[in-house]
């Protein structure tokens, strides 16, 4: 499922789409106490994470960024911009997720149901404040 076009919209709905398949995904997974679909949730909530931030990129600065590093930096220069986004902590809950679904998760293989289940949740979240920034 790629998105149809690069605007911030579109980016930010594509991402709500892997979101609700992750959820559904890892439902699933718990309860056939399936671990490869567990880990496709983390890795659906993921994507849709990177893609609901790169949309408020898109907005913020016109491009979208091309690296990982990129990201973290323009996500410091929304933050400047947006300084509600800055006190809602936008940068430290995206780095939270980047260490636990990147590292942890996906990279580590670190797949516990509780901690799976809480940090798909909490993607959720950091995907209604970047909707929130976009509709500021």
């Given at each position: 499922m790629?998105?149809?076009s690069s605007s911030p919209s579109s980016?930010?709905?594509?991402?709500?789409?892997?979101y609700q398949v992750s959820l559904r995904l890892l439902e699933e997974g718990v309860g056939e106490n399936s671990m490869l679909k567990m880990r496709d949730a983390a890795s659906l909530a993921w994507e849709a994470v990177v893609e609901a931030v790169d949309a408020?990129?898109?907005?913020?600065?016109g491009r979208l960024p091309r690296s990982h590093f990129e990201r973290r930096r323009a996500l410091r220069s929304v933050e400047v911009e947006v300084p509600k986004l800055a006190a809602r902590g936008l940068y430290e809950r995206f780095m939270a997720r980047?260490?636990?679904?990147?590292?942890e998760l996906l990279h580590e293989d670190v797949l516990?149901?509780?901690?799976?289940?809480?940090?798909?949740?909490?993607?959720?979240?950091l995907l209604d404040l970047v909707k929130e920034g976009l509709q500021a």
């Amino acid at each position: 499922m790629e998105p149809a076009s690069s605007s911030p919209s579109s980016l930010l709905s594509h991402a709500l789409s892997l979101y609700q398949v992750s959820l559904r995904l890892l439902e699933e997974g718990v309860g056939e106490n399936s671990m490869l679909k567990m880990r496709d949730a983390a890795s659906l909530a993921w994507e849709a994470v990177v893609e609901a931030v790169d949309a408020l990129i898109l907005k913020s600065m016109g491009r979208l960024p091309r690296s990982h590093f990129e990201r973290r930096r323009a996500l410091r220069s929304v933050e400047v911009e947006v300084p509600k986004l800055a006190a809602r902590g936008l940068y430290e809950r995206f780095m939270a997720r980047s260490r636990l679904f990147r590292g942890e998760l996906l990279h580590e293989d670190v797949l516990d149901m509780d901690l799976l289940r809480f940090e798909v949740l909490k993607a959720g979240e950091l995907l209604d404040l970047v909707k929130e920034g976009l509709q500021a």
